[in-house]
Every structure is written in C-alpha cells, then in structure tokens.
C-alpha cells in the first residue's frame, strides 16, 4: 500500500497521509515468537484501536478519490491531542476567520462552515479517548445540523411565501389601478353626459319661456281685439235702439 505526502490541510480536521488503495493488500503479520500475554495484551489493544477507527470513519468518513487512474483514500488521524493540539486549533481556526474575512455576528456561511469543522476535529480528539462520548457528540452535532437545516427549510419557505404575497400584491395594486382608470373614466363619461342634459334642461327652459311669452302676446292682442270689436258692436246696437230725434 502505498502512500504520500499530506497535502496543503483545506481543513481544521486532522487527517493521515493519503494511502493508496490496492486489490491485494498484504495483511501485517505479527512476531513470530514472543510472550503470551504481550500477545494477548496487543491483541486487545489493536481490537480497541480497530474498534476506534471504525467508529471514527462511521463518524467522520474516508475522504477518496481517483488520481492518474489510481484510487487514493485519507482516513481521520486516530493519534490522540495533546493540550498543544488544542491550542494550535484555536489558532488555526482564528486564522482562518480572519484569512476567509467571516463575519463576525449575523449568518455567515463561511463561519458556521470553519466552526463545523473545529467541533468535527473536537469530536475525533474525543473519540479516541472515549468513544461514548464521541458518539455522544455526533447525537448533538446532528441534531444541531438538523435544527439549523430545519430554520433553513422555514426561511426558504417564508421567503416563498413573501415573494408570493408581494406578487398578489402587485397584482392587486394594478387590478385596483384599472378600476381605478375606469372609475375615472365612467365618471368623465357621467360629467359629460350631465353637461349635455343641463345643456337640453336650459334650452328646453328658453324655448318654453319663449313659447309662453309668444302665447301670452297672442292672447293679450286677441282680448284687446276683442275688446275693441265688443265696443264696436255695442255702438252699433245703440245706435240702431236709441229713437231718432
């Protein structure tokens, strides 16, 4: 099995050496001739480290990859932290807050991503030391990744449903604009119309003034006519009644 050197880390996680991964592996084999109990004891010992590492890789996966047709895979480090590797990820993880330019309040992708990482690399420290407790901290890493990815289906879903209401909103405001414009105009339309009626209203008022003063005219002459030919009428009978002298 091959390996190479650990690249650039693009990650707070402490990985080994990317390996080579052949069809054929030779397994180790252990010493020949040695005491029972040291055998025994290293037995139990590479169990317990077997034991760690799976629950390390059910944890935190392999990484693999495929490279000059060659298939590579980088396992996390089971070497245990010391208080120095403690320190040095604190700074580590300062640096890169301030290499990424993360914000430092408010949502910020790039800083709940290098504070993944930093409680990952916490839960592979701790693994190794204690597995309950490791697994103990996957349950919390989890449930935190799944209430975060839970405030996140709600934001999208609130923002759809925003988006969703300013449209009908928009729409609403123009329907009620065309009513609007219609409105206005059914009511030019009515002004006019009274123009027009008070218009006929005044004209038919003339012409009725006109046609009374006209009939008024006509039966004053008619009266004084025939008052006049009443008094000729009756000059007339008097002359012809009254006795000749």
């Known amino acids: 099995m091959a390996e190479r050197l650990l690249p650039a880390a693009t990650t707070l996680v402490k990985y080994d050496n990317p390996i080579l991964v052949t069809k054929h592996e030779r397994p180790s084999t252990s010493a020949d001739v040695g005491d029972g109990e040291n055998i025994k004891k290293a037995s139990i010992a590479l169990e317990q480290k077997h034991e760690t590492e799976e629950i390390l890789n059910t944890i935190l996966p392999p990484k693999e990859w495929e490279e000059d047709n060659q298939l590579w895979r980088q396992q996390v480090s089971t070497t245990p932290a010391t208080r120095l590797d403690v320190g040095n990820l604190q700074e580590q993880l300062d640096m ?138 009756k000059a007339q009978l008097e002359g012809i009644i009254a006795p000749k002298k």
């Open 96 to 233: 890169r807050l301030q290499q990424r330019q993360a914000r430092e309040t408010g949502i910020c992708p790039v800083r709940r991503e290098l504070y993944t990482q930093c409680f990952d690399e916490i839960i592979r420290q701790v693994t190794i030391n204690c597995a309950e407790r490791g697994l103990l901290l996957l349950r919390v890493r989890d449930e935190m990744r799944m209430t975060i990815e839970a405030y996140q289906a709600l934001y999208c879903s609130s923002i759809a449903f925003g988006m969703r209401k300013a449209l009908q909103a928009e729409q609403g405001k123009s329907d009620l604009y065309q009513e609007v414009e219609l409105l206005k105009n059914e009511k030019s339309d009515l002004e006019h119309q009274i123009t027009e009626l008070k218009q006929r209203a005044e004209q038919a008022d003339r012409r009725a003034a006109e046609t009374r003063l006209a009939e008024e005219r006509k039966h004053t002459e008619e009266i004084a006519f025939l008052k006049k030919t009443n008094q000729q009428l």
